[in-house]
């Protein structure tokens, strides 16, 4: 497929970022999709025009659904199960994302503080069970997702962020699991990662690089193989809460069983989820292939790479040999709007380049070909969670990802599919199925205090020089950190099996 097939195939509404890092006037692209779009042999799903009836509904053709239909037909052949997709599976944070299939294992600490060490370390182990599930159904069903386990290198680009490793180190030991998690020198991580920023860090077993555009239109090719009836470019306008649960598009109408609800960052539309994440953006940049000047370093063999800034860089070097850099913590969503920002935003770009010239200043003349943005479900508790609308019909929902969805939403499909068909086990009776248990401030003071944050978060962590202590970080951040404290409380029912 060309590459002008390929673009054309992509809505206004999907693909903003359009200008070009070497010609602001030119198209851009999604790397991501690009490259697994002009690979795939063409099948369409058409939209829905006519009314259907089944056991399950699934909205939203990300990870999170696409695993969830795959678990419910894995689990009962005969369900009839349907996916509806406003755009095209994989178009929005499933498709763009970083590439990163982490496990929980850097969230230790603060899931043993929520959960207690038994529940946090079980959570743990099937996030690994996660990493492990994409890599054997990807070879069992012949999807080139790239995977690579590598293990995870994390950063420190400031003094302040020098002790963040040692809290794991011991929990793992603790637990005589000490190979988890094993903490670097500053030799050994810049020796690695070709980074002279870093000043120490650590390496996580569990994790891989993934091409995450390949990954997910390979779940929904095999989904519709097993049977999922899947529509594209089919919004929901509405949906009647009943027993059946009706939902209305614009041609069609669907009454199911169940229904799943799985749209990321865009779930903010329904009002119980309203106050459990915030849409922040994040952005990327993909450098021209450079593999002759990156191959020889340990990091360009599947390993990612991120930092312990709270607008955290992360980055992998891709299968032929472009470096893919991140950075989270954008734009804010007021009133849990996803919006252009969230895509389009040159300046943020721009800034992005300027942080990878202080990753990497050995590679200040290599070419950006790339550059795009997504949204991302921030949460609270930087944790998803699983849960079931208080309300009549059974309406199940699973978000709050807060950047790491690509492992993870394999272990929260798993859930919602057991929990759909009713199963009773140690994951839909578990923590991550809790429902929404913190919530942040209302409008407008979460937007407000949000960006008064986020502001405070860029300037500290903006005007940090290689080595430097940054006081100035934990000062602004314990004022500011008493705007937007969320509520610790529950505000969407557990998930009942």
């Known amino acids: 497929m060309s590459t002008v097939n390929v673009e054309n195939r992509f809505s206004r509404r999907t693909v903003r970022g359009r200008r070009s890092i070497e010609d602001p006037s030119g198209p851009q692209h999604v790397w991501w999709l690009q490259e697994a779009l002009a690979q795939e042999e063409r099948v369409d799903f058409p939209a829905l025009d006519h009314n259907v009836l089944a056991d399950v509904c699934i909205v939203g053709g990300g990870f999170t659904g696409l695993w969830a239909a795959i678990d419910l037909l894995e689990q009962d052949p005969s369900l009839s199960v349907v996916l509806i997709e ?58 080139d997702a790239r995977f690579r386990k590598g293990g995870v290198l994390w950063g420190s680009s400031a003094k302040w962020q020098q002790g963040m490793w040692q809290g794991p180190t011991e929990i793992f030991g603790d637990a ?40 997910v239109r390979g779940l929904r090719r095999v989904a519709a193989r097993l049977g999922v009836k899947i529509f594209e470019h089919t919004e929901l306008l509405s949906m009647t809460r009943g027993r059946p649960t009706k939902l209305s598009t614009p041609l069609g109408d669907v009454e199911a069983g169940v229904v799943i609800l799985a749209t990321g960052a865009w ?97 200040d003349d290599v070419k950006f070909e790339f550059g795009w943005g997504g949204a991302v479900d921030r949460s609270p508790g930087h944790l998803p969670f699983v ?13 709050g990802y807060s950047g790491n969805g690509v492992g993870p939403s394999a272990y929260i499909g798993r859930i919602l599919g057991h929990a759909a068909l009713g199963m009773r086990d140690a994951d839909t009776t578990g923590a991550m199925a809790g429902g929404v248990s913190a919530s942040f401030p209302p409008e407008p003071a979460r937007v407000i205090g949000g960006s008064l944050v986020r502001g405070i978060i860029h300037w500290a962590e903006g005007g940090e020089k290689p080595g430097s202590n940054s006081s100035r970080l934990h000062e602004s951040l314990g004022r500011a950190v008493t705007v937007t404290a969320p509520a610790r409380k529950k505000t969407g029912p557990a998930l009942r099996v």
Not at 387 to 399: H, K, P, V
Request: with cysteine.
């Open 86 to 143: 406003k755009d095209e599976c994989g178009f929005g944070a499933s498709g763009r994302n970083g590439g990163w299939a982490t496990g929980w294992h850097d969230e230790i600490g603060e899931m043993t503080h929520r959960f207690g060490t038994e529940e946090a370390l079980r959570l743990v182990e099937r996030s690994a069970w996660a990493l492990n599930r994409i890599q054997a159904f990807s070879e069992e069903h012949e999807i």
């Open 176 to 215: 005589n699991d000490s190979d988890q998690w094993i903490e670097l020198s500053a030799e050994e991580i810049q020796s690695k990662t070709g980074s002279p920023l870093l000043l120490n860090g650590a390496w996580q077993r569990e994790g891989a690089s993934v091409q995450p555009a390949l990954l």
């Open 267 to 363: 779930s903010a539309k329904w009002p119980e989820l309203r106050r459990s994440f915030v849409p922040i953006a994040s952005h990327i940049v993909a450098t021209e292939p450079i593999p002759d000047r990156i191959g020889a370093l340990e990091w360009s063999r599947g390993a990612v790479l991120g930092d312990g800034n709270k607008m955290v860089h992360y980055a992998q070097v891709s299968t032929d040999g472009r470096i893919i850099f991140g950075r989270g913590g954008g734009s804010i969503g007021a009133f849990g709007h996803v919006g252009d920002r969230h895509f389009d935003n040159p300046r943020a770009i721009s800034e992005l380049i300027g942080d990878f010239h202080r990753w990497f200043p050995q590679l």
């Open 387 to 399: 849960g079931r609308f208080d309300c009549e019909g059974e309406i199940l929902f699973g978000a």
